[in-house]
């Protein structure tokens, strides 16, 4: 009977795991189950985070297995802040109300937008404070005259429609234009970290149709400057439409010198030209004939962080409006980045900083196994004006190395130093430069270059990140003053407190003591002193506990005690009574 129940045991066993097995392939089939080796996942488990804070272009978490802090900077804007309810969010889209001339009105991490009812689109800055410029559409033909020539003819359209899709983290608005020769559609996709960017489609009636797409802003304001290449135009001085640029790669909107928009043009020939006119500026897009797609430049308001890249090939050649970084060894590319630091506490104590950039493409030959090192820069640098004759300069020690992988994605490096350098204030924040180990000035062989390609913060996604792990510390300064007699040679008040997680003792003298200490956490300090006795002592009188969230000062006074012993008898009895206290 046993050896019948072992057999059908063994028996269900392995029809359990065929079944098992028939199921998974199943669902394998299916695309449903997505299996991770053993080996794959992480023997030691990443703790869980609090999130404390987040701003605009970080988050800040507590460790509570260690008991530190985690800083995520981002190079740009990844939240905006509710303004009803202060609180923090990757993007806000709200009906406008019956009454007013919008639809719906929007807020991005680099501005805010209303979507109104004429179709037109209203950009403010991130505050809503002032309009930077409006927005509209056209389409560009040829018309031909009466002697045979043919001029440009600007079509408006005559129906405007809009639909909005919720796909879980990302909303999809999509403006429905219909002009006589097509309709356009925009689509403007809100989702964390976007720039104000949209992509627009044209679909002509006639197949055979050549045309432009015209992205016409409007200033409301003359107090503008634009920056194109390495011009300042004052539009005041705008009397006419016979400005007309074409082939550069970005410009740049400023109100006393203060960068309010910044337009990138990433795809060489798609903008054909710019033309100023008064109080606007008119973007002609493609020569196109048939269907056409394709996403209008990156605005972006007030960036965080600085990174770009320098050539020596091009040595008066700027780069900060591009949305990649390059690396280049022979003929050395380099490049540049910094970060806003100011969001660690002074005296924190940095426990790891890793820098992280994503890792897209190279030219020519593969530099995978190449080492890239970063040094600090040394001095001031503007992403939008420094090159490689004007780049400062940088310190010839290494702070950090590694090696270029075989496969695309993030790469990063080790500043736990350089970021506790800036921190600590021992060097002034300009940030890094990043270079191959040899990038070389020259070229050997045409077979020997290569270029390593990474996202800058300009491109739309995988925007570079320093992560940052620290103990924020406050520093208190005790000042022990004696009541009468001063502490004797040798002897001290004992402190306990908390620096970097652990539990520390200090010796605490007569005069000033300065203890540094992990942010919210408490000094404890003993009642009498190390050299106490039962018959004399220095004491504060009380056990002193109190926590810290700030530098501070306080004082603190002691005294030098004996103890008296009064002895008496009574009148009656004759019995010696006696009692026994410190006294100063």
Same mark, same amino acid.
């Given at each position: 009977?046993?050896?019948?129940?072992?057999?059908?045991?063994?028996?269900?066993?392995?029809?359990?795991?065929?079944?098992?097995?028939?199921?998974?392939?199943?669902?394998?089939?299916?695309?449903?189950?997505?299996?991770?080796?053993?080996?794959?996942?992480?023997?030691?488990?990443?703790?869980?985070?609090?999130?404390?804070? /987040?701003?605009?272009?970080?988050?800040?978490?507590?460790?509570?297995?260690?008991?530190?802090?985690?800083?995520?900077?981002?190079?740009?804007?990844?939240? =905006?802040?509710?303004?009803?309810? +202060?609180?923090?969010?990757?993007?806000?889209?709200?009906?406008?109300?019956?009454?007013?001339?919008?639809?719906?009105? *929007?807020?991005?991490?680099? *501005?805010?937008? %209303?979507?109104?009812?004429?179709?037109?689109?209203?950009?403010?800055?991130?505050?809503?404070?002032?309009?930077?410029?409006?927005?509209?559409?056209?389409?560009?033909?040829?018309?031909?005259?009466?002697?045979?020539?043919?001029?440009?003819?600007?079509?408006?359209?005559?129906?405007?429609?809009?639909?909005?899709?919720?796909? +879980?983290?990302?909303?999809?608005?999509?403006?429905?234009?219909?002009?006589?020769?097509? =309709?356009? @559609?925009?689509?403007?996709?809100?989702? /964390?970290?976007?720039?104000?960017?949209? &992509?627009?489609?044209?679909?002509?009636?006639?197949?055979?149709?050549?045309?432009?797409?015209?992205?016409?802003?409007?200033?409301?304001? *003359?107090?503008?400057?634009?920056?194109?290449?390495?011009?300042?135009?004052?539009?005041?001085?705008?009397?006419?439409?016979?400005?007309?640029?074409?082939?550069?790669?970005? !410009?740049?909107?400023?109100?006393?010198?203060?960068?309010?928009?910044?337009?990138?043009?990433?795809?060489?020939?798609?903008?054909?030209?710019?033309?100023?006119?008064?109080?606007?500026?008119?973007?002609?897009?493609?020569?196109?004939? +048939?269907?056409?797609?394709?996403? %209008?430049? @990156?605005?972006?308001?007030?960036?965080?962080?600085? %990174?770009?890249?320098?050539?020596?090939?091009?040595?008066?050649?700027?780069?900060?409006?591009?949305?990649?970084?390059?690396?280049?060894?022979?003929?050395?590319? /380099?490049?540049?980045?910094?970060?806003?630091?100011?969001?660690?506490?002074?005296?924190?104590?940095?426990?790891?900083?890793? !820098?992280?950039?994503?890792?897209?493409?190279?030219?020519?030959?593969?530099? *995978?196994?190449?080492?890239?090192?970063?040094?600090?820069? @040394?001095?001031?640098?503007?992403?939008?004006?420094? $090159?490689? #004759?004007?780049?400062?300069?940088?310190?010839?020690?290494?702070?950090?190395? &590694?090696?270029?992988?075989?496969?695309?994605?993030?790469?990063?490096?080790?500043?736990?130093?350089?970021?506790?350098?800036?921190? #600590?204030?021992?060097?002034?924040?300009?940030?890094?430069?990043?270079?191959?180990?040899?990038?070389?000035?020259?070229?050997?062989?045409? &077979?020997?270059?290569?270029?390593?390609?990474?996202?800058?913060?300009?491109?739309?996604?995988?925007?570079?990140?320093?992560? =940052?792990?620290?103990?924020?510390?406050?520093?208190?300064?005790?000042?022990?003053?004696?009541?009468?007699?001063?502490?004797?040679?040798?002897?001290?008040?004992?402190?306990?407190? $908390?620096? #970097?997680?652990?539990?520390?003792?200090?010796?605490?003298?007569?005069?000033?003591?300065?203890?540094?200490?992990?942010?919210?956490?408490?000094?404890?300090?003993?009642?009498?002193?190390?050299?106490?006795?039962? &018959?004399?002592?220095?004491?504060?009188?009380?056990?002193?506990?109190?926590?810290?969230?700030?530098?501070?000062?306080?004082?603190?006074?002691?005294?030098?005690?004996?103890?008296?012993?009064?002895?008496?008898?009574?009148?009656?009895?004759? $019995?010696?009574?006696?009692?026994?206290?410190?006294?100063?």
């Amino acid at each position: 009977t046993m050896a019948n129940a072992h057999n059908k045991t063994q028996v269900l066993k392995a029809k359990t795991a065929l079944l098992l097995v028939t199921l998974l392939l199943l669902s394998l089939i299916a695309g449903y189950v997505i299996i991770t080796p053993t080996s794959a996942q992480s023997s030691n488990p990443q703790p869980k985070l609090k999130l404390v804070e /987040r701003g605009q272009y970080w988050e800040r978490y507590y460790n509570p297995a260690r008991g530190t802090y985690v800083l995520r900077i981002y190079g740009d804007a990844q939240y =905006v802040k509710a303004p009803h309810t +202060g609180k923090w969010s990757p993007y806000i889209l709200e009906p406008c109300g019956s009454s007013e001339p919008c639809l719906y009105r *929007a807020w991005i991490p680099h *501005a805010s937008f %209303d979507i109104n009812r004429n179709g037109s689109i209203t950009v403010y800055d991130v505050n809503r404070t002032q309009i930077i410029f409006l927005e509209d559409f056209l389409i560009q033909r040829q018309r031909e005259t009466f002697f045979g020539s043919s001029i440009p003819f600007y079509e408006t359209f005559s129906n405007f429609q809009h639909e909005i899709e919720e796909r +879980g983290n990302e909303t999809l608005i999509r403006l429905i234009y219909t002009y006589p020769s097509g =309709v356009l @559609t925009v689509e403007l996709s809100l989702h /964390r970290g976007a720039h104000y960017a949209k &992509t627009l489609h044209f679909k002509p009636a006639d197949p055979n149709l050549r045309y432009s797409i015209i992205l016409e802003r409007r200033f409301p304001s *003359a107090n503008l400057q634009l920056k194109v290449r390495d011009k300042l135009l004052d539009l005041r001085n705008i009397l006419d439409d016979k400005i007309e640029f074409s082939n550069f790669t970005s !410009l740049d909107l400023k109100r006393d010198g203060r960068l309010l928009a910044r337009d990138v043009f990433p795809e060489p020939g798609l903008l054909k030209s710019v033309r100023l006119l008064l109080g606007r500026v008119r973007y002609r897009f493609g020569e196109f004939s +048939g269907e056409a797609s394709f996403r %209008d430049p @990156t605005t972006t308001i007030s960036p965080p962080a600085a %990174d770009t890249y320098i050539n020596y090939d091009c040595g008066t050649s700027n780069y900060g409006s591009g949305t990649s970084l390059v690396l280049r060894m022979y003929v050395a590319k /380099r490049i540049l980045i910094r970060f806003d630091l100011s969001l660690i506490p002074p005296n924190s104590e940095i426990i790891e900083a890793i !820098l992280r950039l994503y890792y897209y493409q190279y030219n020519n030959k593969d530099p *995978a196994g190449d080492t890239v090192v970063i040094h600090r820069i @040394t001095g001031a640098w503007d992403e939008t004006e420094v $090159t490689w #004759n004007n780049f400062p300069g940088y310190d010839s020690t290494v702070l950090s190395s &590694t090696t270029l992988p075989s496969a695309f994605g993030w790469v990063e490096w080790d500043l736990t130093q350089g970021v506790q350098a800036y921190v #600590n204030g021992t060097y002034e924040n300009y940030g890094w430069l990043i270079k191959f180990e040899d990038d070389k000035y020259y070229i050997s062989s045409s &077979t020997e270059w290569r270029e390593a390609l990474f996202y800058s913060k300009e491109y739309d996604g995988y925007d570079p990140q320093l992560y =940052v792990e620290y103990f924020p510390h406050v520093t208190v300064t005790i000042n022990l003053v004696a009541r009468n007699t001063p502490l004797q040679s040798g002897d001290y008040f004992e402190a306990s407190y $908390t620096y #970097n997680g652990v539990t520390q003792t200090a010796q605490l003298v007569d005069g000033t003591n300065t203890l540094t200490i992990d942010q919210g956490t408490s000094i404890s300090i003993q009642e009498t002193s190390h050299q106490s006795t039962s &018959t004399e002592r220095w004491t504060i009188l009380t056990s002193f506990t109190q926590t810290f969230t700030q530098d501070t000062s306080i004082t603190l006074t002691y005294y030098h005690q004996y103890k008296v012993t009064v002895q008496a008898q009574t009148t009656t009895t004759g $019995t010696a009574l006696s009692s026994s206290n410190h006294v100063h």
